[in-house]
């Protein structure tokens, strides 16, 4: 079984800024102890007595508000963000990166149902793939950073259990979305890094972050899929969207 943890970053009522995004990775089963036990252990050298209290929350850890991260530089910050994003980098391939970013200023439509209803085709899209080249019968579960979203996240699973996205009929994803306290998830802190970096790349034009797992983003001979750029400008000249145009 794979499961795609997804969080989200920026927000939807604040006119400041341009886009929000929803990102994640599909974690395979098998390696959900890996990732806990990686971010555990980083956990460990920033307080060793108290690593399970600590939350990695990639905002806060950039703003250094509160404890631990007021202890810090912002050099030091920075660097916690990136070794969270090192521990999904050199994960194995079969844990991918995936992430839906909504240009609030020219694209149509709720951002939060727009993009997860992207999110969920995509994954089904990858659960479909792995399944046809291995013969395999892989199912997925995706879970939520508990939020205000919940209610309306679970009627339109329910709904694409039954009908499908408008891309196709959702065969793969097992049950309606799981939510979770962040504070007790590594991966759903992991998954905020991710929706993190995308939205600085895209909302601040900072690619530091997004540049360090680029590579684990759903891909498939040169597209990638993991990362959906919703806008309607007349050009975009993205990593995502410019392996669409090839």
Same mark, same amino acid.
């Given at each position: 079984?794979h499961?795609?943890y997804?969080?989200?970053s920026?927000?939807v009522?604040?006119?400041a800024?341009?886009?929000?995004v !929803?990102?994640?990775?599909?974690v $395979?089963?098998?390696?959900?102890?890996w990732?806990?036990?990686?971010?555990?252990?980083?956990?460990?050298? !920033?307080?060793?007595?108290?690593?399970?209290? !600590?939350?990695?929350?990639?905002?806060e850890?950039?703003?250094?508000?509160?404890a631990?991260?007021?202890?810090?530089?912002k050099?030091?910050?920075?660097?916690?963000?990136h070794?969270?994003?090192?521990i999904?980098?050199? /994960?194995?391939?079969?844990?991918?990166? $995936?992430?839906?970013?909504?240009?609030? +200023?020219?694209?149509?439509?709720?951002? !939060?149902?727009? /993009?997860?209803?992207d999110?969920?085709?995509?994954? +089904?899209?990858?659960?479909?793939?792995?399944?046809?080249?291995?013969?395999?019968?892989?199912?997925?579960l995706?879970?939520?950073?508990?939020?205000?979203?919940?209610?309306?996240?679970?009627?339109?699973?329910?709904?694409f259990? +039954?009908?499908?996205?408008?891309?196709?009929?959702v065969?793969?994803?097992?049950?309606?979305p799981?939510?979770?306290d962040s504070?007790?998830?590594?991966?759903?802190?992991?998954a905020?890094h991710i929706?993190?970096?995308? $939205?600085?790349?895209?909302?601040?034009?900072?690619?530091?972050?997004l540049?360090?797992?680029?590579?684990?983003?759903?891909? +498939?001979?040169?597209?990638?899929?993991?990362?959906?750029h919703?806008?309607?400008n007349s050009?975009?000249?993205c990593?995502?969207?410019?392996s669409?145009?090839k």
């Open positions: 079984m499961l795609l997804l969080d989200d920026g927000s009522h604040n006119k800024e341009k886009n929000i !929803i990102g994640g990775i599909s $395979f089963e098998r390696d959900l102890r990732f806990v036990t990686q971010m555990d252990d980083l956990a460990r050298e !920033i307080d060793a007595e108290n690593y399970r209290q !600590i939350e990695f929350h990639a905002s850890i950039f703003s250094r508000r509160k631990p991260w007021n202890r810090m530089n050099n030091q910050a920075i660097d916690v963000i070794e969270v994003l090192k999904v980098a050199k /994960s194995y391939d079969r844990n991918t990166a $995936f992430a839906c970013v909504f240009d609030k +200023e020219t694209f149509q439509g709720d951002p !939060i149902r727009v /993009s997860f209803e999110l969920c085709s995509r994954f +089904e899209l990858m659960l479909r793939r792995i399944n046809d080249l291995r013969n395999d019968n892989q199912k997925g995706i879970v939520l950073d508990k939020s205000s979203y919940e209610t309306t996240l679970h009627e339109m699973s329910l709904n259990m +039954e009908l499908g996205t408008r891309w196709g009929g065969r793969n994803i097992a049950d309606v799981f939510f979770v504070k007790a998830s590594r991966i759903v802190q992991i905020d929706a993190y970096a995308t $939205f600085r790349r895209y909302e601040r034009g900072d690619s530091s972050y540049d360090v797992i680029m590579h684990k983003f759903d891909s +498939e001979d040169g597209t990638i899929h993991g990362i959906s919703k806008h309607n050009q975009c000249y990593a995502a969207c410019m669409r145009t």
